[in-house]
């Protein structure tokens, strides 16, 4: 049990004239005009590397917030060797010094970072204040702070030792360091997957999404202010196959903590698979990946909530989100009720620059990705699938997506279900009878296993999908939009092709980062080998 004192961070409103906005403001200002030089930090020292990328605001690509080191072949094979070499002091580190410097880094992000870290995230990946807020305040201080609680749960958990003899578990960080592989999307994720395997005393080489460079060596900075030691976590943004190649080329390579695209993880196992018998241990491989996350609605449900958790679950963040809503199946019944109200709100919404707190949505996060959204779009209206809302498209100053609602006949329609992450939902109108049906559709449709929400007051209806899609989502939503686990509250993974299901935000991620060693001292040795039923 962790400490029932331990409370999720506060999440700050940026209501008009509210204190926090005003320090928003600041923080982005503070941006204006300005292009920072991000180098890779390993062994706590600043290098070039083989040349720089700008970085862009997705929302105004013209301007450019920095220039990013990018890690050749040396600078790679230097912070093997600085996460190899700092490895036996911070392993021989005691837990709670090293939980100290976590649990200041927290503190330092509730305090004085907060905007700063916020302002970085809004500009570099394009949330809006309060999705940034979520994101790289509240979610990665509670990281930080609940995985040092989960933690000691986990080393508090020892054997039974008889009359005779002390038994005890000894907690060993991996033998070698882990690579964290970490997603544009998220400042939290970013934050947590280096740093949860440092807490268990691992050694870690850190390569960041390209997009989420900004944030994410600030937070370094941040990790190095709270007192992180040289060469625990080395920060390496670089090419992906060259940095990838190189790390795990390594006989030292211990781990991998990955967030990102299915093919992806796939293509890091598979060398991994390749070289197993060159490694010191075997390794451990935790990944969280795709996801075609799906709202059902029996005909009891809520057509004003499934609406809501439609236009929210979809296109918060411009449906970049690994949990968001991409899919769903709505009751004939509710569907006037629910089209109404999706459609009428949808004509509200705003989307545009993020600095503008009037908008709900920003910018999709690069061309790359604006050009594989749109392209779904063009490929659903070709097919005859009908656009009830947006499949605008605009890259002239940023690349904006309206958010769309497509409706098909198909339930196995391309829209249904492949990966889109983009703010785009697609959904098909059922017939009341055809509940269990589609309960089937859902389960059967898509090869991920992320996240989804069923919506119904009848209960029987509840228990019969819970039931039936007990396999079809790691994190399982009733009357709730599929998106915003807490830590602490809904350990976040899925399983099939969405990931290992490692549960970030609990135990049974940080109990992949250690190879306990067991203990046994006998307090009186035997001197006689005969055992009694010799004589």
């Known amino acids: 049990m962790i400490s029932t004192s331990l409370r999720n961070e506060p999440m700050l409103s940026y209501a008009a004239g509210s204190p926090e ?28 590397g083989g040349g720089t990328l700008p970085l862009h605001a997705p929302h105004a690509h013209r301007r450019q917030l920095a220039a990013v080191s990018q890690a050749d072949v040396g600078d790679i094979a230097q912070a093997i060797v600085a996460a190899t070499t ?88 991996l ?20 740093c949860a395997p440092a807490l268990l005393g691992n050694t870690v080489i850190w390569k960041p999404a390209f997009t989420a460079s900004l944030s994410n060596y600030l937070f370094m900075e941040l990790l190095e202010a709270a007192g992180l030691p040289p060469g625990v976590i080395n920060f390496v943004p670089g090419s992906a196959a060259a940095v990838s190649d190189t790390v795990l080329a390594s006989r030292d390579f211990a781990g991998l903590h990955f967030t990102g695209s299915t093919e992806v993880f796939d293509a890091l196992w598979q060398q991994v698979a390749r070289r197993l018998p060159q490694y010191r241990s075997y390794p451990r491989l935790v990944g969280e990946t795709g996801g075609k996350d799906f709202i059902l609605a029996h005909a009891s449900a809520d057509a004003e909530a499934v609406a809501v958790a439609l236009l929210r679950g979809a296109f918060e963040y411009q449906g970049q989100k690994c949990s968001a809503a991409s899919r769903a199946y709505l009751p004939a ?49 070709t097919a005859g699938h009908q656009v009830l809302a947006g499949g605008q498209c605009n890259d002239r100053d940023g690349y904006f997506i309206a958010p769309t609602v497509i409706e098909v006949s198909d339930p196995k329609a391309v829209t249904m279900r492949e990966e889109i992450f983009g703010p785009v939902l697609s959904l098909i109108v059922y017939p009341d009878t055809a509940w269990e049906t589609m309960v089937a559709e859902v389960d059967d449709t898509s090869p991920y ?87």
């Open 21 to 48: 906005r005003t320090d928003i403001r600041a923080a982005l200002d503070a941006h204006a005009g300005q292009v920072i030089d991000i180098p890779l930090v390993i062994n706590g020292r600043r290098h070039a």
């Open 86 to 173: 700092a490895q036996r002091a911070w392993a021989a580190m005691d837990f709670e010094s090293r939980a100290a410097i976590f649990l200041r880094a927290a503190d330092l992000l509730a305090g004085p970072w907060r905007q700063r870290l916020n302002a970085a995230t809004m500009l570099g990946q394009s949330k809006t204040v309060v999705q940034a807020e979520i994101d790289s305040a509240c979610e990665l201080i509670d990281f930080l702070r609940f995985n040092v609680a989960f933690a000691r749960t986990l080393l508090a958990h020892q054997p039974h030792s008889p009359d005779g003899m002390r038994n005890a578990l000894d907690y060993r960080p």
């Open 175 to 194: 033998e070698g360091f882990v690579y964290a592989v970490t997603p544009f999307n998220f400042t939290a994720i970013a934050g947590n997957l280096p």
């Open 333 to 381: 019944s509710l569907w006037p009720r629910i089209k109404e109200r999706l459609l009428d709100d949808l004509a509200t919404l705003r989307m545009g620059d993020v600095e503008d707190f009037g908008n709900f949505m920003g910018a999709v996060i690069d061309l790359k990705a604006f050009d594989r959204v749109s392209g779904y779009i063009a490929g659903a209206q």
């Open 449 to 535: 296993a992320l996240t989804g929400a069923v919506f119904a007051t009848d209960r029987q209806a509840i228990a019969y999908a819970s039931a039936h899609l007990r396999a079809s989502a790691g994190n399982f939503y009733i009357n709730d939009k599929p998106t915003g686990a807490v830590v602490g509250q809904q350990p976040f993974g899925g399983a099939r092709r969405s990931g290992t299901n490692d549960k970030a935000g609990s135990v049974l991620n940080l109990q992949r980062w250690t190879s306990p060693r067991t203990i046994k001292e006998t307090w009186v040795p035997a001197t006689d080998y005969r055992y009694p039923h010799m004589a």
